[in-house]
């Protein structure tokens, strides 16, 4: 079973990603900030990591370079409500790139086509 980390502070989006992704057969760890988000990466090794860029005190984009500093092929997704962010060159060092919504199509399509690299 494919396991995910899933880092967000809002807990809504936290427990819809949880709901979500384990009916559709992953196994789903969850962080509601950065550095609880590097200690599950340490501690679980997932096989994907996806990163809310908008969070109170570090940042995804700061947990995104953290978790860059110790492994350069763990697949990121960044998300954020915020287009401004497609802008910032920072979001290269992830895989790809999702405008968060309610429905997860999207997310699901890129998870699985990142998994299947
Ligand atoms: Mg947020």
Redesign the pocket.
């Known amino acids: 079973m494919k396991k995910i980390l899933f880092v967000?502070?809002?807990e809504s989006i936290r427990l819809l990603y949880k709901e979500e992704f384990e009916e559709n057969g992953y196994e789903v760890i969850l962080a509601s900030n950065g550095e609880a988000a590097l200690e599950k990466f340490a501690q679980t090794s997932p096989d994907l990591i996806v990163i809310?860029i908008?969070?109170p005190g570090m940042d995804g984009l700061e947990v995104l370079k953290k978790i860059r500093e110790q492994s350069k092929d763990v697949p990121v997704i960044l998300c954020t409500a915020y287009g401004e962010y497609k802008q910032n060159l920072e979001t290269w060092a992830s895989d790809e790139y999702v405008v968060k919504s309610a429905n997860l199509e999207s997310l699901f399509n890129k998870v699985e086509e990142l998994l299947a690299r």
């Open positions: 967000d502070d809002e809310d908008k969070m």
